[in-house]
């Protein structure tokens, strides 16, 4: 059985950071992309990130460039999106989900993702 289990979560002031963890497991780690979602309250979820694991490749959203770095691990099958300078904005639960074929289709679109985590929450205070 495929399972995605987020960690690291956590409450923490403007400017701080944290770094969240995505332990894989049930499925062939290097055939599925990685990628990381967030859902606010009453907004849409949107991707933040994605990692493809067989080639390091990485993508980011415009509103985490240059503050948050996705990273993977293929010898422990955990995917880490390390954020700095976090901002109120930033605040939402932290999904993160996989997809074999998502490089092929729209990767900020969570219907391209076959597995999903139970989410973690991140708040960042001002």
């Known amino acids: 059985e495929a399972q995605l289990v987020e960690s690291g979560g956590g409450l923490v002031q403007a400017g701080g950071s944290l770094r969240l963890s995505c332990v894989a497991s049930?499925?062939?780690?290097?055939?599925?992309?990685i990628g990381w979602f967030r859902q606010a309250p009453g907004k849409e979820r949107e991707g933040v990130s994605l990692?493809?694991?067989?080639?390091?490749?990485?993508w980011y959203a415009d509103s985490v460039k240059g503050r948050f770095t996705i990273s993977s691990d293929n010898a422990e099958n955990t995917v880490y999106l390390q954020m700095n300078s976090l901002k109120p904005e930033d605040t939402a639960v932290y999904y993160c989900?996989?997809?074999?074929?998502?490089?092929?289709?729209?990767?900020?679109?969570?219907?391209?993702?076959?597995?999903w985590g139970q989410g973690t929450q991140v708040t960042v205070s001002s």
């Open positions: 049930g499925f062939r780690f290097d055939d599925y992309p």
């Open positions: 989900a996989a997809g074999q074929w998502v490089l092929y289709g729209n990767i900020w679109s969570p219907e391209e993702y076959e597995y």
């Open positions: 990692i493809s694991n067989s080639d390091g490749r990485t």
